[in-house]
């Protein structure tokens, strides 16, 4: 299982939004590069980077990723995500040197982006909300069973990896729905990277012994529920 602490930008720093509100904004540090090469001290072998800019629709925060892909310590891997759903807004992400984009698009644009863009570079972010998804969320939120249709489409487009967030969990520190993503796993036969609420140790043991791909994991770091080398350790073992 993978550990990808998570870094969301936001006019330049690095902060928190919980269950996708901009207004629910909090700081935790102002200079992303710091927190990269903490991680990479830490020994995190990814980081997962978050555009909220882009996510609000407020610019884009493209160059500042460049500059993090290229000053943060090697071997460092990096996995963009925040609403890219063009092969040109990809295609610009993995120019930086991103590893990974996550992308958020429907089903028949998948093909066409895995062709351009290779499907060992992509993921496809499946944002579910069961009900009552969160404000300015609501457009790009998933029923269970269309997750399900997506991640089938984006497994048959050589797209094997998604990120499975229930929006409704997002920034709570509340735990993560493991049991989504574990029968996602089961029913798409797709590596399921789980996001949304991680909040503890034993959590990320549960994720680990689920058999799921990895986990992204933000706000516990930051308000030190469990250190990075914690979480690493606890992922691997």
């Known amino acids: 299982m993978e550990l990808y602490p998570?870094?969301?930008?936001?006019?330049?720093?690095?902060?928190?939004v919980r269950r996708g509100d901009p207004g629910?904004?909090?700081v935790y540090h102002p200079d992303p590069l710091a927190v990269a090469a903490a991680y990479a001290r830490d020994g995190a072998r990814w980081i997962h980077v978050v555009d909220l800019d882009r996510v609000?629709?407020?610019?884009?925060?493209?160059?500042?990723?460049?500059?993090?892909v290229r000053?943060?310590?090697?071997?460092?891997?990096?996995?963009?995500?925040?609403?890219?759903?063009?092969?040109?807004d990809v295609e610009a992400l993995l120019a930086c040197g991103v590893a990974r984009v996550v992308?958020?698009?429907?089903?028949?644009?998948?093909?066409?982006?895995?062709?351009r863009c290779g499907?060992?570079?992509?993921?496809?972010?499946?944002?579910?909300?069961?009900a009552d998804p969160p404000a300015g969320r609501a457009a790009h939120a998933l029923g269970r069973a269309e997750a399900a249709t997506l991640a089938r489409a984006a497994k048959a487009a050589g797209i094997g990896t998604v990120v499975y967030t229930d929006l409704g969990l997002e920034g709570r520190l509340s735990g993560a729905d493991l049991d989504g993503a574990a029968a996602l796993a089961t029913t798409a036969q797709v590596d399921v990277v789980v996001s949304g609420g991680i909040?503890?140790?034993e959590e990320l043991s549960a994720i680990r012994a689920a058999g799921l791909a990895g986990a992204v994991v933000g706000r516990a770091l930051y308000e030190k529920r469990f250190t990075l080398p914690?979480?690493?350790?606890?992922?691997?073992?």
């Open 56 to 68: 609000f629709g407020a610019g884009d925060q493209t160059a500042l990723i460049a500059d993090l």
């Open 119 to 130: 499907g060992s570079r992509l993921a496809v972010a499946l944002d579910v909300a069961a």
């Open 24 to 26: 629910s904004e909090i």
């Open 71 to 88: 000053r943060a310590p090697p071997p460092l891997r990096w996995q963009a995500g925040g609403g890219s759903a063009t092969a040109e």
């Open 230 to 237: 914690e979480a690493l350790a606890c992922s691997s073992r």
């Open 199 to 201: 909040h503890s140790l």
């Open 6 to 16: 998570a870094i969301d930008i936001r006019a330049g720093r690095v902060v928190r």
């Open 103 to 115: 992308v958020r698009a429907g089903a028949g644009a998948l093909p066409e982006l895995a062709r």
